[in-house]
């Protein structure tokens, strides 16, 4: 880790301030990915603005058919929250299989929008329960926020204060782990919602994306038959070590079924 | 048997320490004025070195010093070792090329060590480390072994042609060739054994402090044998004489045969300490463990299996070639030759074997002993043979192997190793009774009912532990005896200190070493101390790897206690007046056979050191025994292990389903530990088999050097494994012991494999069996289609 400076601000407007002011500022959520990326010395930011202190960020409520999640709520009170697994099951599912229990214990789902790591798992289900995202500037939708690997709408200094998600009439997430590093390789997140079928894939790209062929199949007939001839194509799909983009192509269909059929129950 | 004794399972007495944090690790050492070193890697698998300018990393709140290797030259101190010399085919020895501890000139792999920077603080260090400018001129590199022996490729060391260090044999030519030649079926495959990275718990350390009132260097190391890292480091690496260094292994948190070696990190931080005049230490980071700890396996393999019309095995050939890195570590060329080919016989009557090894540098961490150590490629090698062979027959593979066991003992292979004992077919038996071995074809039909794919394979696995008879292994090329000592020391008021050149690195040996002297000598086991790991404590020792501290190091101990016990007795003789013929030692009391007489251990250990009542000019007083064994044979623990799994078409992921293991290790003291060690054992062979993988990149950058990419087995990718025993005593040591640390790896990957090319009905699978592979194979005739 190279030096920095810490922060610990008790106001949004204060957290505003001191990026504003800083040379080469990051604010920090919960850290799971902005700590071992400091420990493994790649990245070196001038000030760590911790909006940890925060309280206000941090809270669930449920009202008029939307689950309103604060920005520095950790992923294991979403996975526990009563409301969220009554309102919407398959969002306290996928908190709930996120890294490992300190991962849960400390990550945000603010900070993993805002990262929005290829691989990380609430971009899908931002986007397939066409969630907005509330910030210190405006409200952003779903469809706009990714906008690339690791790259989102947000301007530099702004904030995420809050994900607001439609209750679905239906909704699951199925992944494929990577196998060494447990993210996921292919996580796709259907959700029948009031404006249509919405499938989002995460994992296979450089960005989270919807997969419109599906959306229409499942839109005729939400069933896994449905999508289980569709055949994505591997084109602009990640490739590594673990996966080809052909098999992670098959994998969205594969992982596609299997949400159908958990939504389906 | 005793609530503590030989068969016994208490609970091991230093997991207290262990899990309440109070462990005693290298990095929990600190020394008055210590200071902390980073040391500079290079990026590049090969480049020449031109000029390295520390005047900036100098320049740096901190730091104390910068070294490179040519201050090392010029304090005299020489290169790393292999401490075994392995003859090539045309009688030539084995082609070495220098190993500096800091590079000399050029780097030969990534993470190879250039210079180190001592400073104040380790942060300080490493801020430094990035400082020190090197001036690399990049080389062309091969990371493939196949490919080094190319024509064209580049050269790791100039001096050696086409990357060979050996082309070795092993076996009797003549009677293979006639064989094949007159064989009614050929059976062959072609056979990747991967490259493993070790990934102990705790990664190495090392802390280097220099006395300069009395001129002694002490090394605080993360040591299988200390002793063995003493002898290296003062006669071959020219450190200090042998008696003005001691080597400390304290509390360590697994070898699997990584930290049998000697390392550049802890030969620099002994030189340096008295070099800078203050204590340098030195600890790993996880990054440094993937790049720097010597890596395991990666063998490429033509075998052949000769059969004769009755399929009754009547040759093997083998033909090998072993990635050996880019240095020679300190047993590198032991592992791919004498710990390899000589089990190549596995369980099998075999007339005739034939085996070429050529050893073979790269760009790339050295390769040297990794649990099993040359043993699992063998077991791999003829489990997956054998294998085919009966399917090629058609034949159940169990029947066929039952048709080729060894039957009668002892049994001389044609590849050394004489076999002393065993049972193969009752472990075989009990293997698949337990995993029902006949209801597999009613759950394979389950399975493929539901879309799954179910196979089953077996592995009927031989390995030779307990290395060794210290004549024959100097015979094959080793440069060290393989005895073991042991010293017991009984205190005046009977408990009692045993000093053994074993080393436990998570075996659990203050444990199972105190159940042998509580068994023997009838005391509690809270009145025994096992004390190991320094050389100042400890006469001397050869360390633990190999699964030798139970027949080879607990045989010193029994021998030691055999000299207590006798003149113990003397000692209660004279005590209760009688002949020493007639004392008769039990349970802790020594008896006058035939009378009420009887003495206590302690009270006759009270005696010996009070020496009041026997003729101290007849007998010594005290009671302190010492002994070197030198064991008469390896020792062959065997078994069978089944693996069944069920194949998910649709992702390629495989479940284990079942896993049997039915293992003979002789005698066994801890049973709890041992199902530990073989728990261990086959979460590390089915890590080989589905998960593990070192790749480099073309150009030698190690694509595998995190978690986040090289696949560590879990809890969840393993089954409950039922576990079984079957028993031979081994007639080669006075306990009948065996040893188990390395089974579960040597024998898990072809079983795991073997269930899976029978799941899938192909003809060969290289490990590891990763979802997309195995998805592909599953998926074959519908994907050349599209």
Known sequence: MYQFAYHRPGSLAEAEKLFSAAEDPKFMSGGQTLIPTLKQRLASPSDIIDLGGLKDLAGISVADGVVTIGAATRHADVASSAEVRKAIPALADLAGWIGDPLVRHRGTIGGSIANADPSADYPAAVVALNATVHTTRRTIAADDFFTGMFETALHTGEIVTKIAFPVAAQAAYEKFRNPASRYAMVGVFVARTAGGVRVAVTGAAPSVFRQEAMEAALGKSFTPDAVAGIKVSPDGLNADLHASAEYRAHLVTVMAKRAVARANG | ?786
């Open chain 2, 1 to 786: 048997m005793t609530a503590t004794g030989i068969g016994a399972s208490p609970r091991r007495k230093e997991d207290f320490r262990f899990i309440t944090g109070k462990g005693n690790y290298t990095d929990d050492i600190n020394r008055a004025g210590q200071t902390f070193a980073c040391f500079v890697r290079s990026p590049h698998a090969h480049a020449t070195i031109g000029r390295i300018d520390a005047a900036a990393a100098l320049a740096m709140p901190g730091v104390v010093a910068v070294l490179t290797g040519q201050d090392m030259a010029d304090d005299g101190i020489g290169g790393l070792i292999c401490g075994w010399m392995v003859h090539s085919k045309d009688g030539s020895p084995m082609k070495a090329g220098p190993h500096p501890a800091l590079a000399q000139g050029k780097v030969r792999y990534c993470g190879d060590c250039v210079a180190v920077v001592i400073a104040e603080s380790y942060a300080q260090a490493k801020d430094a480390a990035e400082a020190v400018a090197v001036d690399y001129h990049p080389l062309a590199a091969v990371v493939d072994a196949k490919a080094a022996l190319g024509p064209d490729a580049p050269l790791v060391h100039d001096e050696i042609a086409h990357n060979m260090v050996f082309d070795w044999e092993l076996g009797n030519y003549k009677e293979t060739v006639d064989a094949f030649t007159a064989a009614a079926k050929v059976v062959s495959l072609d056979i990747v054994n991967n490259r493993l990275i070790p990934n102990a718990m705790e990664p190495r350390a090392a802390i280097g402090d220099y006395d300069s009132g009395t001129g002694i260097h002490t090394l605080y190391t993360t040591s299988q044998n200390p002793h063995v890292a003493r002898l290296v480091l003062s006669a071959f690496i020219g450190i200090a004489p042998e008696h003005k260094l001691r080597v400390i292994a304290p509390d360590v948190g697994g070898g699997f045969g990584s930290k049998i070696f000697i390392y550049a990190e802890e030969t620099v931080c002994v030189w340096a300490a008295r070099r800078v005049g203050r204590p340098v230490k030195w600890t790993g980071e996880r990054s440094e463990s993937f790049l720097s700890d010597a890596h395991g396996r990666d063998h490429h393999t033509h075998a052949a299996l000769a059969l004769d019309a009755g399929g009754r095995i009547t040759g093997l050939r083998v033909k090998t070639i072993a990635n050996l890195g880019a240095y020679l570590s300190t047993f590198a060329s032991s592992v791919p030759t004498y710990l390899y080919a000589t089990l190549l016989s596995g369980q099998y009557d075999i007339p005739a074997i034939y085996a070429e090894v050529q050893g073979v540098y790269t760009h790339t961490a050295p390769v040297d002993a990794y649990r099993g150590a040359g043993r699992p490629e063998a077991t791999f090698v003829v489990e997956r043979i054998v294998e085919e062979a009966a399917r090629q027959l058609g034949e159940d593979p169990a029947e066929f192997r039952r048709r080729n066991f060894i039957r009668s003992f002892p049994h001389q292979t044609p590849v050394i190793m004489a076999y002393d004992i065993g049972d193969y077919e009752a472990s075989l038996d009990k293997a698949m009774q337990l995993i029902d071995y006949d209801g597999f074809p009613g759950r394979r039909r389950a399975s493929e009912a539901a879309g799954k794919r179910r196979g089953i394979g077996l592995s009927t696995y031989i390995e030779a532990c307990g290395i060794a008879p210290s004549a024959a292994v100097g015979s094959l090329g080793a440069g060290v005896g393989l005895w073991e000592s042991a010293e017991v020391r009984v205190n005046p008021t009977g408990s009692v200190e045993v000093l053994t050149g074993s080393h436990s690195h998570g075996q659990g040996h203050e444990t199972t070493f105190a159940q042998l002297v509580s068994e023997r000598l009838g005391v509690p086991l809270e009145n025994v101390e096992i004390v190991h790991g320094d050389t100042d404590k400890v006469q001397f020792g050869m360390g633990t790897y190999g699964s030798r501290s139970g027949a080879v190091g607990m045989s010193a101990i029994a021998k030691a206690l055999d000299k207590v016990e006798a003149k113990a007795k003397k000692i209660a003789a004279h005590l209760m007046e009688a002949a020493p013929g007639d004392i008769e030692f039990k349970d802790g009391r020594f008896t006058v056979a035939g009378t009420d007489k009887s003495l206590t251990f302690p009270e006759v250990s009270l005696a010996a050191y009070v020496g009041h009542k026997f003729p101290t000019s007849e007998i010594e007083p005290g009671l302190k025994e010492s002994a070197f064994y030198d064991p008469l044979n390896f020792t062959f623990p065997a078994g069978c292990h089944i693996c069944e799994v069920e194949i998910d078409p649709d992702t390629g992921v495989v479940r284990i389903e079942r896993f049997v293991a039915v293992d003979d290790f002789g005698v066994i003291i801890n049973p709890m530990i041992v199902e530990g060690q073989v728990h261990g054992g086959i979460a590390q062979g089915i890590g080989q088999a589905l998960l593990e993988h070192g790749i480099y990149s073309e150009d030698g950058q190690l694509l595998t050097g995190s978690f986040m990419d090289y696949t560590m087995p879990r809890a969840g990718d393993l089954p409950s494994f039922q576990l079984g025993l079957t028993t031979t005593r081994c007639p080669s040591n006075p306990l009948g012991m065996k040893g188990c640390g390395e089974a579960g790896a040597i024998a898990a990957p072809p079983a795991v494999i073997n269930a899976i090319t029978d799941a899938l009905q192909i003809r060969d699978f290289a490990m590891p069996a990763t979802p997309e592979r195995v998805w592909r194979a599953a998926n074959a005739v519908a994907l050349a289609a599209e």
